[in-house]
């Protein structure tokens, strides 16, 4: 057998070649070779990856196995298979993605279910949402699918995440109650603030330690963007200026909900508890690897939540 799988090869059916991109990109150390095959091979070919099933003994168009080969090239170099095909499910939405912004991860979801379950159970008629450093807008579209009355504003210092997030708006028709807003952190125009502020604020900003960086995996800190992961400093900087200035943009008990990085849990709490304006109401473990990753807190100024 060949070293790669070969355009001109009738052979090389769908089946084949699956199972050869499975090994091939297991040897290079890529996590979950067989996800990441199916879903460059279901891109090139412009199915569901659920259609495969049904092609094994199909043979491609050369066009398609020349893109899917030139994408396993790629991703064998650790290059993101949601950058290489445009788009990564979150939520059970599929989002526009591209290296202007972080790949949405699963253990994000925890935070959305939070926000979701918040609002229904204390009957917000209109939930009001703030989404602090949105990037794609996962957090914010999903949310907006989920709470039909809601509306949101969602902000980045970049513009070019923005012009994704906007894209993810219209793509999943909730582009009407969100409003994308280019901003540093909590430092927005005074007049896109709603009367008596929002009822919660979200963010997912970036935690990982300077001197954390250079461990992650290649995947991550060779080709996501950097100002989104860290904050060249201890990961602590964005929770401390949260705490500090979200009360005044947050109806009277509101909520502030956050993911955190691994073992930040004590530091983040510290920081919100520090300011005597906050009460720890949740925090949640990641289903993914059992991690604490979302915390929720209260402006305690008002009322107090069940």
């Given at each position: 057998?060949?070293?790669?799988?070969?355009?001109?090869?009738?052979?090389?059916?769908?089946?084949?070649?699956?199972?050869?991109?499975?090994?091939?990109?297991?040897?290079?150390?890529?996590?979950?070779?067989?996800?990441?095959?199916?879903?460059?091979l279901?891109?090139?070919?412009?199915?569901?990856?659920?259609?495969?099933?049904?092609?094994?003994?199909?043979?491609?168009?050369?066009?398609?196995?020349?893109?899917?080969?030139?994408?396993?090239?790629?991703?064998?170099?650790?290059?993101?298979?949601?950058y290489?095909?445009?788009?990564?499910?979150?939520?059970?939405l599929?989002?526009?993605?591209?290296?202007d912004?972080?790949?949405?991860?699963?253990?994000?979801?925890?935070?959305?279910?939070?926000?979701?379950?918040?609002?229904?159970?204390?009957?917000?008629?209109?939930?009001?949402?703030?989404?602090?450093?949105?990037?794609?807008?996962?957090?914010?579209?999903?949310?907006?699918?989920?709470?039909?009355?809601?509306?949101?504003?969602?902000?980045?210092?970049?513009?070019?995440?923005?012009?994704?997030?906007?894209?993810?708006?219209?793509?999943?028709?909730?582009?009407?109650r969100?409003?994308?807003?280019?901003?540093?952190?909590?430092?927005?125009?005074?007049?896109?603030?709603?009367d008596?502020?929002?009822?919660?604020?979200?963010?997912?900003?970036?935690?990982?330690?300077?001197?954390?960086?250079?461990?992650?995996?290649?995947?991550?800190k060779?080709?996501?963007?950097?100002?989104?992961?860290?904050?060249?400093?201890?990961?602590?900087?964005?929770?401390?200026?949260?705490?500090?200035?979200?009360?005044?943009?947050?109806?009277?008990?509101?909520?502030?909900?956050?993911?955190?990085?691994?073992?930040?849990?004590?530091?983040?709490?510290?920081?919100?508890?520090?300011?005597?304006?906050?009460?720890?109401?949740?925090?949640?473990?990641?289903?993914?690897?059992?991690?604490?990753?979302?915390?929720?807190?209260?402006?305690?100024?008002?009322?107090?939540s069940?």
């Amino acid at each position: 057998m060949s070293t790669q799988p070969q355009s001109q090869q009738s052979a090389w059916t769908v089946s084949r070649l699956l199972t050869w991109t499975m090994t091939h990109l297991d040897q290079r150390g890529v996590d979950e070779p067989r996800l990441a095959a199916e879903v460059l091979l279901a891109s090139a070919m412009k199915c569901r990856r659920i259609d495969l099933y049904v092609k094994f003994e199909t043979v491609p168009e050369k066009e398609e196995v020349d893109q899917f080969r030139g994408w396993v090239k790629r991703a064998a170099g650790h290059e993101p298979i949601a950058y290489l095909v445009g788009e990564k499910e979150f939520f059970s939405l599929a989002f526009i993605v591209s290296p202007d912004v972080l790949i949405p991860r699963p253990e994000t979801e925890s935070l959305v279910e939070l926000v979701i379950d918040h609002c229904t159970k204390q009957a917000i008629d209109v939930p009001k949402l703030l989404d602090v450093g949105t990037g794609s807008g996962c957090i914010t579209v999903a949310l907006l699918a989920q709470l039909p009355a809601a509306i949101a504003i969602a902000t980045d210092i970049s513009p070019s995440a923005l012009a994704i997030a906007q894209q993810n708006a219209v793509r999943h028709k909730v582009v009407d109650r969100m409003t994308c807003v280019e901003a540093d952190g909590l430092d927005l125009p005074k007049d896109i603030v709603p009367d008596g502020g929002f009822d919660v604020i979200v963010s997912n900003p970036p935690y990982v330690p300077a001197d954390d960086f250079q461990t992650l995996d290649a995947c991550v800190k060779d080709y996501e963007p950097r100002q989104a992961l860290t904050d060249e400093n201890d990961g602590l900087s964005h929770y401390t200026r949260l705490a500090k200035d979200a009360p005044s943009l947050l109806v009277p008990g509101g909520w502030l909900v956050v993911e955190i990085g691994a073992g930040q849990q004590s530091a983040v709490t510290e920081t919100m508890l520090g300011t005597g304006l906050w009460t720890h109401r949740k925090t949640v473990r990641d289903q993914v690897g059992g991690l604490e990753r979302v915390l929720a807190f209260e402006l305690s100024n008002g009322q107090q939540s069940s």
